[in-house]
């Protein structure tokens, strides 16, 4: 029984948990989520264009797409925003005069999730059966309205379920910023955690803040079947046979 | 049926390839203003291709096309698609707008029309090929011959010049091809100018003004349907014939 006390001592020490909630909740919480949040649309924005350079019928911007993505996804999360944040720190000093890492860490974060949104976007694009262009561009629209009006759309639509995924992968990997150094005010769940648990040697605390974690990314993953299902099934409208045509096939 | 003010179609020498593929090797079709012309063949004939030239989806390699006797392979092929309707097989409607919303596009992005005029003249559309009453769900929710019929009413909406058929019946059930090409025989009698890729032997024949039959990208023979139908002169098409009739 020592043993197990000691167990629930180290992880589930309610005082430790209760005294680390609340900044959990006021200043951490708020803070991931304005990283995930404004890596992730701006995150989306630039996967969108990369999705379009990788699909255009210009050799550079194929290429240069291309190279982008092969990069951003080859490096570990955790040096990009080491590298970023640090080696471009005296140039955001100078244009935003403050020492904050966060304008940084949410580039680095962006350009991370803007290589894999913008195969995301890819993949959902080039699903879209070359129909859909065929007929756009029959009624008079450009290669670029036909884009913008009827293909895109529908391929956006069809990776729904994987951008929510890249969201959650966003909302957990925000913890990283960590490694730049952050105030009081600026600390996320992962580091209010840490640091409550470098204070009191107790484990408790990061127990808490994975709860937190856990609390926003179990619910978007259902969200995300919920929807995979809805988008392969359709929404439950009721099918009628074809009153019109039949009587006409009936009659000749 | 409304009034068209349909355009005379021609189409001079027409050529093209991809690669070392000869699809067209010089094709020659006139249809006259108001008047209905057939194209029917074995598949991979070219007849798809050549519609797809006619509208400048694909640039010819040579010939010319024109429009009222007027050139326009140096017109904007988007403004020229715009005078030409295209209905495919496969329907291609917009699956993420409704019904009325896939008439009523173009209209706005194109025409510029305001949203209540453009819904207006789509819903006319719409109840001219008798869907009114399904304007506010989505295609997947239609029947084959309904989502053909949509897609008619998609083409009518810009009130083209020409309108092309490519094979419009091909994907539908048996018992929902007659209520489209009803359809299409409305807008013949009504004086509209249609280019009709078919394997329809019996529209081709009852509906049409002239009948085409190509094979291996060249027109083989062409004429009046009682004369491809009835006294084919070549060898080919008296072939064709007897296997799909």
Known sequence: ?252 | MTEFTSGTLTGKNIHLSFGSNHVLRGIDLHVEKGTTASVIGPSGSGKSTLLRVMNRLIEPDDGDILLDGRSVLKDNPDELRQRIGMVFQQFNLFPHKTVVENVALALRKLKKLGKEEAHTQAMEQLDLVGLKHKADVRPANLSGGQQQRVAIARALAMRPEVMFFDEATSALDPELVKGVLALMADLAKGGMTMVVVTHEMGFSRNVSDSVTFMDGGLVVESGHPDQIFTEPRTERLKSFLSDVL
Do not use: C
């Open chain 1, 1 to 252: 029984m020592d043993l197990l006390d000691q167990l629930a001592e180290t992880f589930l020490d309610w005082g430790e948990m209760a005294k680390v909630i609340p900044s959990l909740l006021t200043v951490g919480l708020p803070n991931t989520l304005i990283l995930a949040l404004a890596s992730g649309i701006l995150g989306s924005l630039l996967g969108l264009m990369l999705a379009l350079m990788a699909l255009s019928r210009n050799i550079v911007a194929r290429w240069a797409a291309r190279i982008y993505t092969d990069l951003f996804r080859g490096l570990p999360a955790i040096l990009v925003i080491l590298v970023i944040g640090i080696g471009l720190s005296p140039i955001a000093r100078e244009l935003t005069g403050t020492r904050n890492p966060y304008p940084l860490g949410i580039l680095a974060l962006t350009l991370i999730a803007a290589a894999y949104i913008g195969e995301i976007f890819r993949s959902g694009i080039q699903s879209v059966e070359k129909g859909q262009l065929e007929a756009s561009r029959a009624l008079g629209f450009s290669y670029g309205s036909s884009m913008r009006l009827v293909v895109v759309p529908q391929g956006i639509r069809r990776v729904l379920p994987a951008l929510v995924n890249q969201f959650i992968s966003l909302l957990k990997d925000s913890s990283l910023v960590f490694v730049l150094g952050l105030a009081a005010s600026d600390r996320e769940i992962f580091r209010i955690g840490n640091d409550a648990m470098a204070n009191t040697g107790n484990l408790s605390p990061l127990v808490a803040a994975g709860v937190v974690y856990l609390i926003m990314t179990v619910p978007l993953t259902h969200f995300v079947n919920f929807i995979d299902h809805r988008l392969r099934t359709g929404r439950p409208e009721k099918k009628e046979p074809d009153e019109l045509a039949a009587p006409i096939g009936k009659k000749a």
